[in-house]
Antibody
Framework: QVQLVESGGGVVQPGRSLRLSCAAS????????VEWVRQAPGKGLEWVAL????????YYADSVKGRFTISRDNSENTLYLQMNSLRPDDTAVYYC???????????WGQGALVTVSS | DIVMTQSPDSLAVSLGERATFNCKSS????????????LAWYQQKPGQPPKLLIY???TRESGVPDRFSGSGSGTDFALTISSLQAEDVAVYYC?????????FGQGTKLEIK
């Protein structure tokens, strides 16, 4: 069955960096776009970034553009999110999701909590 | 960026009654070349990731009960639960995937009256 498992979350000071990983299994990872979506505590969903099946195309929310980098390793079936210059308002649960043909997330991981605090 | 606005922010409905959620996009999400609306609905229960319910505005995801239905086109959309069950208590989000960034609405919280 399709599984997505995030890792790498934790507590980090403002201005520092963190890298999230998302290990995929149960489907042909290299055939699908994948994305990151975050949810601040008690708030709604915020789309963060998407990467095409082959890594050629990457798209970002304005709130993270220039600070976050999405990447993937199709040989390792893993999605990454490099987060630099972290701010307190980046505090959230970060979900990875497989993206279906129309652009929506059809399978989601359980999420990784990132807390940016001094 | 396309802004997605959901209404109401919260909704209380009696068991067995109909629940309707609205979603409006700031510009059309209907792609003329294939006549498809790039609009999806998700359900999120506390402590869980979102679950895809509806895509292409009106196509139910596999395994989703048929009491859930989606409608609308262009800029105005709705998600309807025909007969509310206790397990439907959740927050419901719409999302457009017509153009990046793939924005979500702010969500509608559904409670039992």
């Amino acid at each position: 069955q399709v599984q997505l498992v995030e890792s790498g979350g934790g507590v980090v000071q403002p201005g520092r960096s963190l890298r999230l990983s998302c290990a995929a299994s149960g489907f042909t990872f290299s055939s699908y776009a994948v994305e990151w979506v975050r949810q601040a505590p008690g708030k709604g969903l915020e789309w963060v970034a998407l990467i095409s099946y082959d890594g050629t195309n990457k798209y970002y929310a304005d709130s993270v553009k220039g600070r976050f980098t999405i990447s993937r390793d199709n040989s390792e079936n893993t999605l990454y999110l490099q987060m630099n210059s972290l701010r307190p308002d980046d505090t959230a649960v970060y979900y990875c999701a497989r993206v279906d043909d129309g652009g929506w997330g059809d399978y989601w991981g359980q999420g990784a909590l990132v807390t940016v605090s001094s | 960026d396309i802004v997605m606005t959901q209404s109401p922010d919260s909704l209380a409905v009696s068991l067995g009654e109909r629940a309707t959620f609205n979603c409006k996009s700031s510009q059309s999400v209907l792609y003329s070349s294939n006549s498809k609306n790039y609009l999806a609905w998700y359900q999120q229960k506390p402590g869980q990731p979102p679950k895809l319910l509806i895509y292409w505005a009106s196509t139910r995801e596999s395994g989703v009960p048929d009491r859930f239905s989606g409608s609308g086109s262009g800029t105005d959309f709705a998600l309807t639960i025909s007969s509310l069950q206790a397990e439907d208590v959740a927050v419901y989000y719409c999302q457009q995937s017509y153009s990046s960034p793939y924005t979500f609405g702010q969500g509608t919280k559904l409670e039992i009256k």
